[in-house]
């Protein structure tokens, strides 16, 4: 474990929030810069979208093995050291991602990028959860937000390197100072979180944050297609030229990144059940429109609709977790997370499954259902 660089200090609520969205926005930028290049790599290796699937698969697998871990470490360190520690891990994962010879190579470095992502996500949305309670109004989704805008502009980057045939691990690099340094000046200005007595770790979720993690499972395998599969699905079935494969990605990242910093006042103004139908619906939508229509402005159109039916549905769902009455924050985090990120990371490998199976199109019908799921799912929980 990697101690905290620097010793905490006593600051402003406001420079709380700058500092924990600071570690959103450079927890996106390393998870985007990864799915920015995930066809260069496929490429590079000569992988069968099959093949791909089943390296993909290293991602959900890591993040298993990190699960036990994060929720256990959690209540030992408090989520300050956490996010500090497994934030750095996490960025030298990424330049491992990009120095892999083969798909062996590659599945080991995918695990050990899952591990500390996992890691990643439940200490930053604790610090958020902290942040929030502070500010006695919602804005977690706002640093979602920032998640997503780095997930915008790790596109927008990855997209000048391919386009000047910079190598992945090259880029990679790059990206991982940039981290570093982000954590470095952040990291004073955490909180420190870190109780005497956090009661225990191992605790059966209620019904209600299971049910938050299933809705969380089918959005964020709709989240998930979209970072690994948008460009591949440009690319082969679009049938986009190269300068605009990355496009219907790029629409993707615009609008969940937007919609997340209005999320908030949605969700305060038509509450959590009607603002998940609505995500629901648009996420759904938005896929059918891109399978039905596979040409470059229609598809970007349906992905366009998918950012804004992703965009609140995690920052709901982790906000009302936070809150449970029966757990530790940073340990209903970790459950509702846990459910939640498997979506992310297994709809992926299955999409690649599907389109060795049958097509890429097929696959992508499979996922709007996830979308529709949402829906049903929200409507009959009461939340």
Known sequence: MIDAPTVPLPVSKKALRIAVGAMFFMAGLSFSSWASRIATVQQDMGLSDAALGAVLFSLPVGLMCSLPFSGWIITKIGSRKLLI??????????????????????????????????????????????TEELYQRPILASFHGLWSSAGFVGAGVGTFMIANHVAPYQHFLLMMVVIMIGVIIAARYLKDDKVANAGPVF??????????????????????????????????????????????????????????????????????????????????????????????????AGFLLVGVGVSSVVPMVFSAAGKSKTMQPGVALAAVSTIGFLGFLVGPPIIGFIAGLATLRASFILIACMGVSVVVVSTKAKI
């Open 85 to 130: 520690s497994a934030l750095l891990v996490y960025s030298v994962a990424l330049v491992t991602l990009g120095l892999a010879q083969n798909p062996f190579q590659l599945i080991i470095c995918l695990i050990c990028f899952g591990f500390s992502s996992n890691a990643v996500n439940i200490s930053v949305n604790t610090q958020a959860v902290v």
């Open 203 to 300: 605790v059966m979720p209620d019904s209600s944050l299971i049910k938050l993690g299933v809705i969380a499972f089918c959005s964020m395998i709709c989240e998930g297609a979209m970072f690994d599969w948008s460009v591949i699905y440009f690319k082969k079935v679009v049938l986009a030229p190269t300068a605009l494969v990355g496009a219907g990605f790029t629409a993707f990242m615009a609008t969940m990144a937007a919609g997340r910093f209005f999320a908030d006042k949605f969700a305060h103004r038509y509450g959590l059940k009607r603002t998940l139908q609505v995500s629901g619906t648009l996420t759904a939508t938005g896929l059918l429109i891109a399978v039905a229509f596979p040409y470059i402005y229609s598809a970007m």
